[in-house]
Each structure stands twice: as structure tokens, then as C-alpha cells.
């Protein structure tokens, strides 16, 4: 609840012209979100089956301190990785502020993930322990831990631990007291999505909390302490992405605010989500474009009660304007837009509290974020050039490295020092950043470079189309091709559909942009966060 920050003075010359980092010497991120008077409340919890709970920070730190005792007589201790298995509920968030009270490292891990991929990720990270609820443990077939761990969801958490780890508790631990960390020590062990190749390890230390901070203060407009304690922030998106533990779980916590979950096992529905944001009253969300762009799609929004909904945040890929528009004025709140990684997060976005929103663009870098647009060899290009988007190393926002992988870490970073994100964009003179998409998602078409971004943002403008999204497939003549998946609003008439997207991206972008092979689909397939798969349509 102390460790926010001071950001009560943007201004549009001059955007927080004082600020600094600050960086204690010891830091433990379970500290941090346990900070608030006992009977405020922390977690508000809707369950599978629609029932609503509500914790206090007495009851979650109560349950977290039994939960680190049924861990330690586990055997688990500091330095160890646990993984943990669970849907968004009080269990899972007291597994990761136990584990880190111990001097553990989270392993959070997807509901969504196939076997195969779990079993990698488990056997990969070496963990020691893995936190499972019930139902998931029964349909599992693989190897798993020694120390597995299953949990009840229905043991009413929060007062005396955690269902199904109380017959593990055995003695308390000595002190009862987290074990003392740097900000620069292991915490979370976050494996990004595996779409071109093995998973990777993303290694964060607890400063990862610190310096996503500003971000967090800065897109839900949050500048003075006093509205901390009212906010309940929400997000669909899973808890094993980085983008919900930091956009909203742990920095929600650390500011004494109420964290709101909702319980799933499978993909997004939109009406859930809206009930849920109606009845818990949530203040602050968090959500990818694509999710926005379904509650758009099927309603649900025009009958709930969501007057308490400020500032929606979206993030995880670039939001197009059309969406934005309709969002504001359908839902009546303040849209900004953030963009970070799991390796370095909350970087660049929007505050329209601080700076007006530059129509396409993805925001200006927050504060304490030092952000250039690079060539191949990390310098600085000028403004108007695309580049690569790259970060000081001394961010504290910035992973630790990729686990096990020294290799792979280096070739994270240019020569000189700067962080590679492999990120495409570029810088107008007025500061603010363009997304232009992957630098391995870039199309190379016939010698031009042509982004899938900004392609997609123009076919989202068309009136009949309802979502896009565009990727590069092989063409023997030109390298690749630009190929379009497409879910317009009425497909009566594709054919003519297709000619009309053809011409309107040609005017507004250049013939060389526009696709020349389009799929007409009833819905985009997704990642496990939530993003627009683009490998998946067309993969064959």
C-alpha cells in the first residue's frame, strides 16, 4: 500500500518530469500485496456456479501463512519453483503469495494447456511442487511432482488455509515470518505461449511488481492514494499470463485495492463476463482487444449495470480504432490502450489523463521507462522510420533472463546493451509509438515490408467487417503474399465482399499492402491468452 507512486502531476509539456525509481534493498513481492488493514476487502470471488465470496486481507494473509506451513513441511523453501495449476479463485492467489513467502518461484500455468505442453513446462522448470484443484487433477494422465498438491476450491478458503493442503500442515514454520528477498531475486517463472517452437522461460524477479507500477497508476488514471482502497479491478484473462498477474492482480494488491475473479475453465464468453462485472461492481478492467471486440459482437453490455466502470485498459495486441470508438461511447468509459511483454512489461500506452489519445497509435512510453525505436544494430532511427522497439537494461520491468538459456537470453539483447523486444513501430515527433506488429511476423512481399497490423487496422475500418486478421503464407513469385482472415458482419456476399476489401486497402495503404488472399471465417482462433492467432489460419 506504500509503494505506489507519486504521479499527481502529468502534464501534457512535460509528463512527469520528477520521476525516479524506487528500488528498496530487500523486497518481497507477497510483502507488498499483504500491506492493508486486515478488514479491507481484497478478493472478490465468483465461483463456477455463480456464488460470490468475499475476502478480506486478514483472511487471504491468514490463509497464505497456513498454506506456507503445509508447503515448508512439504519440503518447499526458497529457491524452489512451484507450479501451480488452478482457474482464476482465492486458491490460486494464496498458492502465489505462500510459494513467495517461502522464497519460492511461481510457475503459473495455463487451465487451457494440452498435456504435452504441461508436461514440457513441468519437466522443463524442474518443479518441486505442483498445486492442482480436483477436477483438473482427476483428467490428468502424466508424470507429476512428488509434492502434487490438490486442492478443494468448495473448502471455504481464506479462514484456515487451503482446502486439501490443511492435512500437510503439520508444525509452523519457524517465525511464521516470508523469507527476506532483493528486488532482483526469482519470483515468477512465466512461460510465454510456445507458437514457434518450444516454450520459453521467462524468468521475473520481485522488482517485476515495482516496475510495472507506473503503468498500472498511469492507464487506470490512479494518481492519488485515497482512490486506491475503492477500486475492484478485473480482468477475464487467464492468471497464468503475465498480462492479468501484473496488469491487474499483484499491483491491485499492492495498492490496497479489491481484486475481482471470475471462475472458468474454458475461453471467453462475453455475457459471464459482463454479469460478473455488473454484479461484483467493478471499478478498473483489464482485457485484450479481441475479448472487447466479442462483447461488441454478441451484447449483453446494453442491459447490465456497469455505471461503476471508469476505465477499461486493453492490451496483449494493438487496439483498433473503430473498437475504441464504440467501446467509449457504448460503454461510457475511458479506453486506453497499454503495451508490454511478458519479458518486460507495461513500457508504452495511453493515460487521457495526462495526454490526449493520437488516433492508431499505441501511447507514449510510461514514466521510469526509457524506450527507443532501433535499427538492426540497436540505434536510435529517426522519427517517421520503422524500428525495432528496444529498452534500457537497467528497467526494472525487465526479465531476469530465459530460463536455464543463457543463450537465448543474449541474443534478447543488441550489441550494445539495449533490450530486443522484436517489436516493430515506429515514433512520430510528437512522441507517441505506432505499433507495425512482429519483426518475425513482418511480410516481405515481392521486396516491400508490409506490416500485418496496420493492414488489419485498415480492414477493420471497412463498415462490413466485424474482426480481421493478417499474416504472410509462401508465394513462389513475390516470397509471401498478404492473406486476410476475415468474420464480416454478413457474409450474403462474399464475392463481392472480397473486391470491395481488395480496393479499400489499396486506396488507403497501396496496392503492394492489400491482400490477395482472403478467408471468410464465423470467428478468429486464439491463443491461450486471448490474442488472434494468426498461426492457426493458415497453418495448412
Known amino acids: 500500500m506504500t509503494i505506489g507512486y507519486d504521479l499527481t502531476s502529468p502534464s501534457d509539456d512535460e509528463t512527469w518530469p520528477s520521476f525516479s525509481w524506487d528500488l528498496p534493498d530487500r523486497f518481497n513481492v507477497a510483502d507488498a500485496c499483504l500491506d492493508s488493514p486486515s478488514d479491507d476487502p481484497a478478493l472478490r470471488y465468483v465461483s463456477e456456479d455463480g456464488e460470490a465470496t468475499a475476502l478480506t486481507y486478514g483472511e487471504i494473509e491468514s490463509a497464505v501463512e497456513s498454506t506456507a506451513n503445509a508447503l515448508a513441511e512439504g519440503g518447499i523453501g526458497r529457491g524452489d519453483v512451484v507450479g501451480v495449476l488452478l482457474p482464476q479463485c482465492p486458491e490460486l492467489l494464496v498458492s502465489h503469495l505462500a510459494t513467495l513467502t517461502l522464497g519460492g518461484t511461481v510457475a503459473p500455468l495455463s487451465m487451457l494447456l494440452g498435456e504435452d505442453h504441461l508436461s514440457y513446462v513441468l519437466e522443463d522448470c524442474g518443479a518441486a511442487a505442483l498445486i492442482v484443484d480436483e477436477t483438473r487433477a482427476s483428467e490428468l494422465s502424466i508424470r507429476t511432482p512428488e509434492r502434487t498438491f490438490v486442492v478443494d476450491p468448495d473448502s471455504a478458503p481464506g479462514h484456515d488455509g487451503l482446502g486439501g493442503l490443511d492435512d500437510h500442515a503439520g508444525s509452523e514454520r519457524e517465525g511464521g515470518s516470508s523469507i527476506t528477498m532483493t528486488p532482483d531475486d526469482p519470483a515468477f517463472l512465466l512461460y510465454t505461449s510456445g507458437t514457434t517452437g518450444a516454450p520459453k522461460g521467462v524468468v521475473q524477479g520481485h522488482r517485476y511488481l515495482i516496475g510495472s507500477l507506473p503503468g498500472y497508476q498511469c492507464w487506470f488514471h490512479l494518481f492519488d492514494e485515497q482512490e486506491f482502497a475503492s477500486t475492484r479491478v478485473w480482468t477475464p484473462a487467464e492468471w497464468a499470463w503475465a498480462g492479468a498477474l501484473f496488469n491487474v492482480v499483484y499491483p491491485t494488491l499492492a495498492l490496497g485495492g479489491t481484486v475481482v475473479a471470475q471462475a472458468r475453465r474454458s475461453g471467453f464468453e462475453p455475457a459471464r463476463a459482463i454479469r460478473v462485472a455488473d454484479r461484483t461492481g467493478v471499478t478498473h478492467a483489464f482485457m485484450p482487444p479481441t475479448a472487447l471486440a466479442k462483447v461488441r459482437r454478441t451484447g449483453g453490455h446494453e442491459t447490465a449495470d456497469l455505471d461503476a466502470l471508469s476505465v477499461l485498459t486493453c492490451g496483449g495486441e494493438p487496439l483498433p480504432t473503430d473498437l475504441l470508438d464504440w467501446a467509449e461511447s457504448a460503454l461510457d468509459v475511458v479506453i486506453n490502450e497499454a503495451y508490454g511483454q511478458t519479458e518486460a512489461n507495461a513500457l508504452v500506452g495511453n493515460c487521457q489523463a495526462a495526454y490526449p489519445v493520437e488516433s492508431g497509435s499505441m501511447g507514449k512510453p510510461y514514466p521510469g521507462h526509457e524506450v527507443l525505436v532501433v535499427n538492426e544494430d540497436g540505434e536510435p532511427v529517426p522519427d517517421g522510420e520503422i524500428g525495432t522497439i528496444a529498452l534500457d537494461p537497467s528497467d526494472p520491468a525487465l526479465f531476469l533472463g530465459y530460463h536455464d538459456d543463457p543463450t537465448e537470453t543474449d541474443r534478447a539483447f543488441f550489441e550494445n546493451g539495449l533490450f530486443d523486444t522484436g517489436d516493430l513501430a515506429v515514433r512520430d515527433e510528437d512522441g507517441y509509438f505506432h505499433h507495425r506488429g512482429r519483426s518475425d511476423e513482418l511480410i516481405i ?39 486476410a482472415a476475415i468474420v464480416p458482419i454478413d457474409r450474403a456476399d462474399g464475392d463481392t465482399l472480397h473486391a470491395e476489401l481488395v480496393s479499400f486497402v489499396k486506396d488507403r495503404l497501396g496496392a503492394y499492402k492489400a491482400p490477395r488472399k482472403i478467408r471468410f471465417v464465423d470467428s478468429l482462433p486464439e491463443t491461450r491468452t486471448g490474442k488472434a492467432d494468426r498461426c492457426a489460419l493458415f497453418s495448412e
Do not use: K, M
Open 445 to 483: 512481399t515481392s521486396g516491400y515490408r508490409v506490416s500485418p497490423v496496420e493492414v488489419e487496422n485498415a480492414l477493420v475500418a471497412h463498415p462490413d467487417v466485424s474482426a480481421a486478421v493478417v499474416t504472410g503464407v509462401p508465394d513462389e513469385q513475390r516470397g509471401e503474399r498478404v492473406a
